[in-house]
């Protein structure tokens, strides 16, 4: 299992270039399995998220050819059971439901189990297939869901935290084949949401109003092939840019959508550092001392779960109390622990953290809890004295592609090592 040592010091300056969206790929991948001719899916990040998801669709019947960045999948016969040995290692695998459904009308699943960040139910997702005129069975792990065919109907998929990225795609997967149309209410907005539905459009279905929370799909019978370029990965970016706050005189994320990281970038903004965006890159830099801020997450357009733990690790070392609230996953809190190891001082009032940065976080070994707590220990480790450790890096590498070796290119000093 790899090691990540961070020798925290180095000054960060310079540009990378960012990769295609992990949570755009996902789901896109997922929906090749609506059509029997190839699809060829461009800017497909190099991930072992990706890798699993791949693994699913072939073991599903499809074939899949890959080669830097660019896949293709061509299913032309699928079966549509998914049992827990494929689909275990990756909560994302319940998003081959919706695509089963509506070219199988029948789907076995492995159910995802709990993850570190949460209870993560797909309540909603189920919901929303009921409502197209599925029954859904829950027996042994699995999650069955079957029906002679799918009808159109206006389904609400606002949950208790508000909307569901995932099941919006599933659902949204399910009625493009579905007789009549479909009307989703309480729609996650998220730019990948837009990704997948455009992709759909490519491919025959007839979509309006992704991106809005009411999104409309008129049914057709069939869909075709067709070619697609990921968006780029706006968690990436804003984990750059957070890395560049944090550590650097100046860096710039390249081929990047500005308008999807507005959030990141006003909280960033709003820290007192200078961001300059331009069509497809964004640069940060220092502008005095970074002041303290109060932050909640919130689906998209607000700031993002995805860059919570993140902005812990910067607030960590900014002088002042900042407060962060998460209001998606409330127990996201991991990094908070080892972000303590290293002299992090916080204080967590249920799903609040109440921050007092610190002048000098200290290197220690650390250990990744998931994803994007993960990345906050390595950022955290760029400004720290001395040597960060962090195991398990498995988690970057689900949702990173080749985070270090670009960390190096802007000038950290950062190894992987077999442990
Ligand atoms: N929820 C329900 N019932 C459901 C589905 C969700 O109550 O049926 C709740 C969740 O427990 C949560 C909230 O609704 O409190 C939002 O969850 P959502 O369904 O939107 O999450 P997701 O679709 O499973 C995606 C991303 C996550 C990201 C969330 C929120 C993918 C593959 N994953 O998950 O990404 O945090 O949306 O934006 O798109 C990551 O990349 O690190 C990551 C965890």
């Known amino acids: 299992m790899d090691k990540i040592l961070v020798h925290g010091g180095n000054s960060l ?4 270039k960012i990769s295609g969206s992990k949570n755009s790929a996902l789901p896109i991948l997922a929906a090749t399995l609506l059509t029997r001719e190839p699809c060829t899916i461009h800017r497909v990040p190099d991930l072992s998220d990706t890798h699993y998801m791949l693994q699913i ?22 079966q549509s059971v998914a049992p827990y040995e494929v689909v275990r290692k990756m909560r994302a695998s319940v998003g081959v439901l919706g695509p089963l459904l509506g070219r199988c009308k029948e ?15 797909i309540d909603l997702h189920l919901r929303g297939f009921e409502a197209l005129g599925a029954a859904v069975r829950v027996e042994s792990g699995n999650v069955k869901v079957f029906v002679p065919k799918l009808v159109g109907a206006v389904i609400n998929l606002r949950g208790k935290f508000g909307p569901t990225v995932l099941g919006t ?28 539905a455009d992709f759909l459009n490519k491919m025959g279905a007839k979509i309006e109003g992704a991106g809005t929370r009411r999104i409309i799909i008129e049914g057709v019978s069939e869909l075709h092939g067709a070619e697609h370029d990921i968006i780029p990965d706006r968690i990436e970016a804003g984990t750059f840019l957070v890395a560049g706050a944090i550590a650097g005189s100046g860096v710039t994320v390249n081929r990047v959508e500005p308008n999807h990281l507005t959030a990141i970038t006003n909280a960033l903004s709003g820290c007192g550092f200078k961001i300059e965006a331009k069509k497809q890159s964004i640069t940060v830099s220092p502008n005095g001392a970074p ?8 689906p998209y357009p607000g700031f993002p779960t995805d860059m919570q733990a993140q902005m812990c690790a910067l607030l960590s070392t900014t002088d002042g109390i900042s407060v962060i609230t998460e209001n998606i996953f409330p127990q996201r809190y991991m990094h908070v622990a080892e972000l303590k190891r290293m002299g992090a001082q916080v204080q967590m009032e249920g799903a609040t953290a109440v921050i007092q940065g610190v002048e000098h976080l200290t290197g220690a070994p650390v250990m990744a809890s998931d994803l994007r707590a993960s990345a906050a220990l390595v950022l955290a480790g760029l400004k720290a004295d001395g040597i960060t450790e962090v195991s398990r890096v498995y988690h970057i590498d689900r949702g990173y592609e080749h985070l270090d070796e670009k960390l190096s290119e802007l000038g950290a000093h950062i190894e992987r090592v077999k442990a």
């Not at 669709?57 to 699928?78: C, F, P, Y």
């Not at 002041?291 to 919130?298: A, G, H, V």
């Open 291 to 298: 002041k303290p801020l109060e932050i909640t997450t919130e």
């Open 107 to 121: 789907a076995t699943v492995s159910l995802p189990g709990g993850c570190v960040i949460g209870d993560r139910p």
């Open 13 to 16: 300056a310079g540009s990378i």
């Open 57 to 78: 669709l072939t073991h599903l019947g499809a074939q899949v050819e890959r080669a830097s960045g660019i896949v293709t999948v061509t299913a032309d016969k699928v």
């Open 169 to 196: 795609d599933n659902v949204m997967m399910a009625a493009v084949l579905a007789e009549g149309t479909t009307v989703i209410e309480g729609a996650a907005q998220e730019p990948e949401v837009c990704d997948l």
